[in-house]
């Protein structure tokens, strides 16, 4: 009897805890439900909902992306500028990129910053086409880290 009812118990528990991570949904939820000033999980719930349509209460994680990001390094540049891109300003997002660039501080060398300061170049018209074709070329001559 009391084997079974700790397999009956057991059986209970793992379940609830696997299903913590059965799918994308209910992992993130469970993981902002644990730290809602995750701006990994925020950022992530943002562009899961961005794909699966729900623009709305996208939009409203891309707003929340804004306020959790650390501030202060090229990543979190990187990072709000996306949220903005998403949300429809990439103007005032090239201008995010174009500053870190132009700063030529520590880490502004990097494949992704690069690229997208030179499709921001692109989008400027011509004058901005041989600055930003330079800058792509750049980039892909540099190493870049897996994450």
């Known amino acids: 009897m009391v084997l079974v009812v700790y397999v009956v118990t057991m059986g209970v528990i793992c379940r609830s805890q696997l299903c913590t991570w059965c799918n994308d949904y209910s992992m993130i939820n469970n993981s902002l439900a644990y730290d809602p000033g995750d701006w990994r999980m925020v950022d992530?719930?943002?562009?899961?909902?961005?794909?699966?349509?729900?623009?709305?209460?996208?939009?409203?994680?891309?707003?929340?992306?804004?306020?959790?990001?650390?501030?202060?390094?090229?990543?979190?540049?990187?990072?709000?500028?996306?949220?903005?891109?998403?949300?429809?300003?990439?103007?005032?997002?090239?201008?995010?990129?174009?500053?870190?660039y132009r700063s030529g501080g520590e880490g502004t060398r990097i494949p992704l910053l690069l690229n997208n300061v030179a499709l921001c170049g692109l989008r400027v018209g011509v004058e901005g086409k041989e600055a930003g074709l330079k800058l792509i070329e750049e980039g892909m001559g540099l190493e870049t880290v897996e994450h």
């Open 44 to 100: 992530i719930y943002s562009e899961f909902l961005t794909r699966s349509g729900k623009n709305e209460e996208a939009d409203m994680y891309l707003r929340r992306t804004l306020d959790v990001l650390p501030s202060g390094t090229v990543k979190a540049v990187l990072g709000r500028a996306k949220s903005l891109i998403m949300m429809g300003n990439s103007v005032l997002a090239c201008e995010m990129y174009e500053e870190v």
